[in-house]
């Protein structure tokens, strides 16, 4: 937990997380439990996703982004008051609704969600170097009808860390598309799948499954002169009201 109130259970808000690359397309899955959907908001709010149950994901290209101006971030709220999922842009590159070229699919089930994502990499705000991609994964958790939001878990659990992109993870992808990588930065062999070990979800793991090799992982950022106190594994952020 990050920020709000703790979760009550983890049938009251928790989740996973699995990332894959394709081509030249970062693929996300998130699955959720949730016992109470919040507000289903209309596909013309889709915006301030925090006032409703929603997944963001973050990415940071080149993992030196000293504020969001330079990064991607994206947000899916799950199911709206039309019934499918909405996608937003936030605080980034690039903000507003919708989020162009990504593509999203959402299911709910008794006590869950899952949310699913596809992210060109020619939607970055820049090409990615592989041995810094930032990145972060976060649920906000809403049981009321009034677009409040009450907690918000991930993986990098910072207070405010949605704004903080050197206090994200970083991400070791095993192979990176031609599409996304630098001359200074070139492919490395390997299988494509990208398996990373999260503190705050309990786990995100390759598209092969956790039984399956892992091809590359997720840190927690090394120290630095912004990020002195990145979590070791397991850390929690100081929840703020």
């Not at 109470?36 to 982004?65: F, M, Q, Y």
């Not at 810094?132 to 409040?148: A, E, F, I, W």
């Not at 996304?180 to 930065?185: G, I």
């Amino acid at each position: 937990m990050w920020e709000g109130g703790a979760c009550s259970s983890a049938a009251d808000c928790s989740g996973t997380a699995k990332l894959a690359w394709r081509d030249d397309t970062l693929y996300v899955l998130v699955q959720v439990k949730d016992d109470v959907i919040g507000a289903r908001l209309p596909a013309s709010d889709c915006k301030r996703h925090w006032r409703t149950d929603s997944v963001e994901v973050t990415l940071d290209p080149r993992g030196r982004s000293e504020n969001t101006s330079t990064t991607f971030k994206t947000a899916v709220l799950p199911v709206t008051a039309e019934g499918p999922p909405c996608v937003l842009r936030d605080a980034d590159n690039r903000q507003g609704p919708g989020a162009p070229g990504t593509r999203v699919a959402s299911s709910l089930s008794s006590g869950a969600y899952t949310v699913e994502m596809a992210i060109p990499m020619e939607a970055l705000p820049g090409a990615v170097d592989p041995s810094r991609l930032g990145l972060n994964v976060l649920v906000y958790d809403s049981d009321t009808q009034d677009k409040t939001g009450q907690t918000r878990i991930g993986w990098s659990t910072w207070g405010g860390v949605q704004g903080d992109p050197y206090r994200w993870g970083i991400a070791t992808p095993a192979r990176i598309p031609a599409a996304a990588r630098t001359a200074d930065h070139p492919a490395r062999p390997g299988d494509p799948r990208h398996r990373a070990v999260q503190p705050g979800l309990p786990a995100v793991a390759g598209a092969g499954g956790p039984h399956r090799p892992a091809a590359s992982r997720a840190v927690p950022r090394p120290s630095g002169p912004r990020a002195a106190g990145s979590p070791p594994p397991g850390a929690r952020g100081t929840p703020s009201r």
